[in-house]
Each structure stands twice: as structure tokens, then as C-alpha cells.
């Protein structure tokens, strides 16, 4: 089966700043549309942001806007999250997912994904 790999996560104090990755050595991540999901304890997971495979096309949900930077490099074929002023809410498991169907929009086909990476954000 197919698979994404998420890496970056880790312990974080509140106001900082991480940086995830994700990347495959299976499929290019070129051609559909990707994002990052989020699962914290207790609560069903949520979309916090998607990249068209142009780049043109960018969502966060409105709870990250001004703090996290969604980007894609195909030379690495690796999409990636800036983090910053990271907040207690903000901890969670960070999931990468690939549309198989859809160059512009997330949650369309979103049938690759990654395991993971916990972020928690604390004192």
C-alpha cells in the first residue's frame, strides 16, 4: 500500500516553532493536490491546510492563518508545514494525505497517507 512519511514532530513550548515534512519514495507528489490533517485526543480529525499541485490553490482552516506556511518542493518531493507560535490547542497527530483524483482541492480522493507525527506543544 501506498504510503506518505511525516517527520518533524516533537515537544514544543508555546510560541514556538516546528517544521514538518513529508515525503514518499513510492509515488511523485508532483501531480495532486496535498495537505496536512490533524487528530488531537478525544476529537475527530480536521484539515488545517492544502496546496493545489500548482501551488496556486492554498486553504488553512482559520485557526492557523498568519501562523503555519503550507509548501511543496518537487525537487525533494517532499510538501511541507512551518509551524509557528505554536499554541496548546495545536498539539495533535499531523497527517500528510495525497488526493489520487484532484489537482486543486483536498478532501477529493485523499487515499495516500502517512502514519503521522505527534506535535505537542506544553510547557
Known amino acids: 500500500q501506498l504510503q506518505l512519511v511525516e517527520s518533524g514532530g516533537g515537544l514544543v513550548q508555546p510560541g514556538g516553532s516546528l517544521k514538518l515534512s513529508c515525503t514518499s519514495s513510492?509515488?511523485?507528489?508532483?501531480?495532486?493536490?496535498l495537505g496536512w490533517y490533524r487528530q488531537a485526543p478525544g476529537k475527530e480529525r480536521e484539515e488545517v491546510s492544502c496546496i493545489s499541485s500548482d501551488r496556486q490553490i492554498i486553504y488553512y482552516r482559520d485557526s492557523v492563518k498568519g501562523r503555519f506556511t503550507i509548501s511543496r518542493d518537487m525537487a525533494e518531493n517532499t510538501v511541507y508545514l512551518q509551524m509557528n507560535s505554536l499554541k496548546p490547542e495545536d498539539t495533535a497527530v499531523y497527517y500528510c494525505a495525497q488526493s489520487t483524483v484532484s489537482r486543486d482541492r483536498c478532501n477529493y480522493g485523499m487515499d495516500v497517507w502517512g502514519k503521522g507525527t505527534l506535535v505537542t506543544v506544553s510547557l
Open positions: 513510492e509515488i511523485s507528489l508532483d501531480y495532486y493536490a
